[in-house]
């Protein structure tokens, strides 16, 4: 399910209406606790939460013209997923938020390597999505992307 929109407010108007209360607390809540300097936008179809070229003129690898992806939120067919970039750069953030993750929901944890899917929006565990915005600034997302991701 792909929604085309050209700003996060309009996405969000285009998503389904059983999807949009619990999807705009999500995003509130990422907004609300990231640390200063990352910047929102639409990215990969997707809102994202990036750090822009003004603070990291490099750009993603992949793309240069694209700022730095750090979180994607995306209302997919069956489920709200939730990219957080570095869960996947870092392990001991990764063992940290699956670690956590019981203490707030009593379904299993469904994740992939950067990807976090949940089909109830009754249970997305916004307090834990708080305290891991929290965890790192746009500054230790570079370093960490420098060292483990961006190929020379």
Not at 7 to 25: G, N, V
Not at 39 to 45: K, P, R
Not at 119 to 136: E, G, H, S, V
């Amino acid at each position: 399910m792909t929604i085309e929109a050209k700003t996060p407010d309009e996405y969000i108007q285009k998503l389904p209406e059983e999807r949009k209360e619990a999807f705009s607390k999500l995003r509130e809540i990422i907004k609300n606790n990231l640390p200063e300097g990352f910047e929102e936008c639409i990215s990969y179809g997707m809102i994202g939460f990036v750090v822009p070229h003004s603070m990291y003129p490099d750009g993603y690898h992949v793309d240069p013209k694209l700022p730095l992806p750090f979180i994607n939120i995306a209302s997919q067919k069956n489920f709200v997923a939730l990219y957080h970039s570095g869960i996947y750069a870092n392990p001991s953030l990764h063992d940290w938020f699956v670690a956590e993750y019981p203490k707030f929901v009593n379904t299993k944890l469904d994740m992939g390597k950067s990807c976090i899917r949940f089909k109830n929006m009754d249970t997305i565990p916004y307090q834990l999505i708080a305290a891991l915005c929290q965890k790192m600034t746009p500054q230790e997302w570079i370093v960490l992307y420098e060292k483990n991701i961006k190929k020379s």
